[in-house]
């Protein structure tokens, strides 16, 4: 039996001021706990275009993919299953005229908060990836898979 991680797709949505979306998860696992928007692919998509479509579904606008931040092996409860997952980001901001509509199905309420002190994230991989985010749009060289977390 293989136990292979499930691939997502996830957006550092950015504002232009120093600041990154967060939306406060309405479901388990970890509700209550801020995250960032994305998801599991679906059947054969790939994480690219999961990440524009979790754009769409959670918050209800078109966005804007750009540089691609690095992958995590990460872990998701599901059905009082640990299953691991593999979690793409990458960073973007709105699509030009788009506003945002949560789905209250998967988010309670959203934040801007700043970049380079991002609270503790819903999941380890969040909280990987904003590190690395920051230092990229710092302009920092970010070595990515050098170590396990």
């Known amino acids: 039996m293989f136990l292979n991680a499930r691939p997502t797709g996830s957006l550092i949505l950015l504002d232009g001021a120093g600041c990154f979306l967060s939306l406060l998860r309405a479901r388990e696992p970890q509700r209550g706990l801020w995250e960032l928007p994305g998801g599991f692919c679906d059947g054969f998509e790939a994480p690219f275009d999961a990440a524009m479509r979790e754009g769409r579904e959670e918050l ?9 931040v690095g992958m995590y092996v990460g872990e998701y409860l599901y059905q009082d299953e640990l299953l691991p ?4 980001f990458w960073l973007a901001t ?11 199905d998967e988010a309670s309420e959203m934040s801007w908060l700043p970049l380079a002190a991002p609270p503790a994230m819903a999941f380890r991989t969040m909280d990987r990836a904003l590190r690395d985010a920051a230092a990229m749009v710092a302009g920092a060289t970010v070595k990515k898979g050098s170590r396990r977390e």
């Open 94 to 104: 709105l699509a030009p005229g788009e506003t945002i509509t949560l789905d209250p």
């Open 60 to 68: 209800g606008a078109a966005v804007v993919l750009h540089d691609f």
């Open 85 to 88: 997952v593999l979690d793409s």
